[in-house]
Every structure is written in structure tokens, then in C-alpha cells.
């Protein structure tokens, strides 16, 4: 009952985009959920990241796509703007203090402020043991997956504040609750992240900013790639449960209702989206 489902809801994809754009075109912007609304999406030209920043726009939200690499900025900016999407998109390497300025700058070029943070972007340059882990290893998967979304969210919370609320989701992995075997720094720095959200949600609170975590379980896109052919996910009972692989649209809506004036009263939830959930 599951696949078949899924695979219905991916046929509708471009029928989805059509209707929304029609609401967009021809509603008042109260039509629309995400009417006036700005999210800034980092590791936003592919998989995960990209589904999340078609969603937001598809519910009326401008959206700032960024990433690494200028080409693939893009075609993902083509892409959505060819779908009839309201999107904006500049290189933004995480771990770049002058990229993350130019990310807050573009996203201020459109109507002065930001409303959603969702932190995609995540690295894991070793498939080792985690005492085999370089200095350099621990140094960048820290840096990108962890650091790198505090301090770009210090950046922007000055202009989250002007609009009185918002919403930021950071993204982490199953990998934090079940360890993958062989992705052990990364299986690290993802656990940070649900403690992250913890004490985010926590500080942020009084600025009514939510801040709430996305855990995906194995997703199909390139950068899982190495899990699904290496079959190290086929040794955790619990991965194998699901009865078929996560989509990218798959972790879409839950930020999308993360979002939403129906979360407002959601924070600091760690949230798994795996088909099942190994945690209490
Ligand atoms: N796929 C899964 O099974 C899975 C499961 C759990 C968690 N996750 C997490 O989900 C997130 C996205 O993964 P994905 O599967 O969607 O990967 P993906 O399809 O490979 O996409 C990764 C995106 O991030 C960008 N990117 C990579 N490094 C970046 C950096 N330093 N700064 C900014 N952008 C960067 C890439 O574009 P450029 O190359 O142009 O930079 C690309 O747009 C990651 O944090 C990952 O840990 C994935």
C-alpha cells in the first residue's frame, strides 16, 4: 500500500507545480500559505535541499537556493523559475564566512528580512573508523554540519527578529540515533545537531523563533549513495524496516509544516522521517 502511493504522488509532481502556480497567478495572496514570506535554503541545488526549497515556493514562499557551485545554483534556479516558482539563488559555501554574508545579502534583497532557515547542507568526507579520523576530517565535517549553521543563523537572526517569528529546521540525520557503521564522525556531528536544536529552541524562544530538526532516515540521492551500495544500512534492523527508500519529497512537507502558523506551538522537536522511528 506504501509504494504504490509513493509512486503515484511522484507522477503527480509536475501537475503539483502547475496548480500551484496557478494559485499563486491568479489567488489574492491570501490565498497562498507562505504569501510574503522569505526562506533561505542552504545545500539547496539537489536532492533533499532542493525538494524542501520547491515545496516552500510551491506553498508561496521566496526562496533563496544556494550551494557550493555557481552551475548547479543554476540549474536549480532555471529549474524552479521555469515551474512559474519565485526563487533567487547565489554560492553559498557554508563554512565560508564572506559566502554566508552574500546569502544574507541576497536574501535581504527581496523584501528586507527572513522569515524560514532550513540548514540542508552536510558533508562527510571519510567512510572509516571514527579513531581513524584526521584532525582535518573532524575539523570539516564539525565545521560544516555543525558550526556552519549556528553561524549563519547568527547572521541572519538580526533580520528573522524584524518579522517578529520564524521558523529555522535543522537537518540531521538517523544516523544520530542508529549508528551507520563506517560514517562515524558524521554519525557524530548529526547527534550534535539534535542538541543544537535543543539549545537553539531554547534560546530563541523569547524572540518567538522556532527551531526544530529534521532526521532523515536513507534517502535516495547521490550523497547516500555510499550507505545504499556499501549496504552498511541493510545491518541496522531498524533501517530495514521501512518497506521502501525515502524520496526527497518525502522530508518536504514536514518543513513545510514546520513552517507554518500550525507548528506554532512546535520547538525543539527532533523529527524523524524514515518510514519509522528508532527512538523513544
Ligand atoms: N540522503 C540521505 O539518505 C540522508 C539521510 C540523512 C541525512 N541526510 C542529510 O541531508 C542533507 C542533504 O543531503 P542530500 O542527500 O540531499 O545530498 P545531495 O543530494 O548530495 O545534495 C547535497 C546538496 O548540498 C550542497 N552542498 C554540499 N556541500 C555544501 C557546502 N559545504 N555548502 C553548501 N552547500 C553544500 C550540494 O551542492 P554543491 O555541490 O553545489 O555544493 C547539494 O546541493 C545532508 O545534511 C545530509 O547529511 C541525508
Not at 85 to 91: A, H, I, K
Not at 169 to 192: Q, W
Amino acid at each position: 500500500m506504501f509504494r504504490p502511493l509513493t509512486q503515484g504522488w511522484r507522477g503527480l509532481l509536475p501537475s503539483v507545480a502547475l496548480l500551484s502556480t496557478r494559485s499563486i497567478s491568479s489567488g489574492t495572496s491570501t490565498d497562498v500559505k507562505f504569501a510574503g514570506k522569505v526562506a533561505v535554503i542552504t545545500g539547496s541545488t539537489n536532492g533533499i535541499g532542493l525538494a524542501i526549497a520547491r515545496r516552500l515556493a510551491q506553498d508561496g514562499a521566496h526562496v533563496v537556493i544556494s550551494s557550493r557551485k555557481q552551475q548547479n545554483v543554476d540549474r536549480a534556479v532555471a529549474a524552479l523559475q521555469g515551474e512559474g516558482l519565485s526563487v533567487t539563488g547565489t554560492v553559498c559555501h557554508v563554512g565560508k564566512a564572506e559566502d554566508r554574508e552574500r546569502l544574507v545579502a541576497r536574501a535581504l534583497e527581496h523584501c528586507g528580512g527572513v522569515d524560514f532557515l532550513v540548514c540542508t547542507a552536510g558533508v562527510n568526507p571519510l567512510v572509516g573508523s571514527t579513531l581513524g579520523s584526521s584532525e582535518q576530517v573532524w575539523d570539516k565535517i564539525l565545521n560544516i554540519n555543525v558550526k556552519a549553521p549556528a553561524l549563519l543563523l547568527s547572521q541572519l537572526l538580526p533580520h528573522m527578529e524584524k518579522r517578529g517569528q520564524g521558523s529555522v529546521v535543522l537537518v540531521s540525520s538517523i544516523s544520530a540515533y542508529v549508528s551507520l557503521a563506517r560514517l562515524g564522525a558524521y554519525n557524530v556531528s548529526k547527534t550534535a545537531l539534535l542538541g543544537l536544536t535543543k539549545t537553539l529552541a531554547v534560546e530563541l524562544a523569547p524572540k518567538n523563533i522556532r527551531v526544530n530538526c529534521l532526521v532523515p532516515g536513507i534517502i535516495k540521492t547521490p550523497f547516500s549513495q555510499v550507505v545504499r551500495t556499501t549496504g552498511s544500512s541493510w545491518s541496522q534492523p531498524h533501517l530495514v524496516f521501512p518497506r521502501r527508500k525515502g524520496q526527497p519529497e518525502d522530508c518536504a512537507g514536514l518543513v513545510s509544516f514546520l513552517c507554518s502558523p500550525d507548528a506554532s506551538y512546535i520547538s525543539g522537536e527532533n523529527i524523524v522521517v524514515a518510514g519509522f522511528s528508532p527512538h523513544l
